[in-house]
């Protein structure tokens, strides 16, 4: 078991930045993908970006050339850098763990991230 604990949200306003944190502890395997995803009100939730090493990053377009995720892997810890945040960029901000081999996936508890204009 994986245990996900996320820090970093609060308010800001457009232009702003914010950096989010996520330490995962318990089951952790040498290879794995760590990740952010996101969910405003009435919508589903949506893909932010996905680490699995310096070298392997994926990004919605939506925040491409905005947001940066690193990750240090002693301790497991993946960062989301969020820089020129816009008012749609307000969501409860997930952190995501998952297992490559059994494709396990793990949640933390979310952290809400408000840009107002």
């Known amino acids: 078991q994986v245990q996900l604990v996320e820090s970093g949200g609060g308010l800001v306003q457009a232009g702003g930045s914010l950096r989010l944190s996520c330490a995962a502890s318990g089951g952790i395997v040498s290879i794995n993908t760590m990740g952010w995803y996101r969910q405003a009100p009435g919508k589903q939730r949506e893909f932010v970006a996905t680490i699995i090493s310096a070298r392997s990053t994926n990004y919605a377009d939506s925040v491409k050339g905005r947001f940066t995720i690193s990750r240090d892997n002693a301790p497991n810890t993946v960062y989301l850098q969020m820089n020129s945040l816009k008012p749609e960029d307000t969501a409860v901000y997930y952190c995501?763990?998952?297992?490559?081999?059994?494709?396990?996936?793990?949640w933390g508890q979310g952290t809400q991230v408000t840009v107002s204009s």
């Open positions: 995501n763990y998952r297992d490559n081999i059994s494709r396990e996936d793990y």
